[in-house]
């Protein structure tokens, strides 16, 4: 199985600010046949599902804002987000669909300073 | 307006057996994989199971394998986690999940707000 870690496991980022989580998988999510790495991020809000915001590790979902971007090639993925809203106070995942099983990061959560 | 919704949840004892369904609607329901997700009280997401958008070909994660099955029915647009031979441990809220795509190796773009399964005697 493919074991994704995120770091770090909480951030606290004042308004405006830039916040960085990182996601790595235990071995590569990057498919050679088009170039494509098999890596997603979710966002969940306390109460509600989580909702898809990056596929193939940079492509913003339809309707994402466009402070949300992805990064990372291979085995070491970011999710940055430019500038901090307080309606992304949410916990983070990231999710690996190259292999099964499925795996998901243990999330980050992410908080007003 | 695309939209996923699970019935079927509720307090079962160990042992006991639960047939979560999952109502499709606004996207042509055979084109797309269906995954179901699980997620523990406090704790984090774990993928559960998969099927096919195109031959109902079926995954398991392994700590539901070979007491859960999955199955879709293409004429009600609903796909069907039977679950059996349950544990505490299976105690989470059940996500339906779309498949961007026909297959499993696609993101999750889609997700039903989730039926509370409890195992408990």
């Known amino acids: 199985d493919i074991v994704m870690t995120q770091s770090p496991d909480s951030l606290a980022v004042s308004l405006g600010e830039r916040a960085t989580i990182n996601c790595k998988s235990s071995?590569?999510?990057?498919?050679?046949?088009?170039?494509?790495?098999?890596l997603s991020w979710y966002q969940q809000k306390p109460g509600q599902p989580p909702k898809l915001l990056i596929y193939w590790a940079s492509t913003r979902e339809s309707g994402v804002p466009d402070r949300f971007s992805g990064s990372g090639s291979g085995t070491d993925f970011t999710l940055t987000i430019s500038s901090l809203q307080a309606e992304d106070v949410a916990v983070y995942y990231c999710q690996q669909y190259y292999s099964t099983p499925i795996t998901f990061g243990q999330g980050t959560r992410l908080e007003i300073k | 307006e695309v939209q996923l919704l699970e019935s079927g949840g509720g307090l079962v004892q160990p042992g006991g057996s639960l047939r979560l369904s999952c109502a499709a609607s606004g996207f042509t329901f055979s084109n797309y994989a269906m995954s179901w997700v699980r997620q523990a009280p406090g704790k984090g997401l774990e993928w559960v199971s998969y099927i096919s958008g195109s031959d109902d070909t079926t995954y398991h994660a392994d700590s539901v394998k070979g007491r859960f099955a999955l199955s879709r029915d293409i004429s009600r647009d609903t796909v069907n986690l039977q679950m059996n031979s349950l544990r505490a441990e299976d105690t989470a809220v059940y996500y339906c999940?779309?498949?961007?795509?026909?297959?499993?190796?696609?993101?999750?773009?889609?997700w039903g707000q989730g039926t509370m399964v409890t195992v408990s005697s």
């Open positions: 999940a779309k498949n961007k795509g026909a297959l499993w190796d696609d993101a999750f773009d889609i």
């Open positions: 071995q590569s999510v990057l498919y050679s046949s088009n170039y494509k790495s098999y």
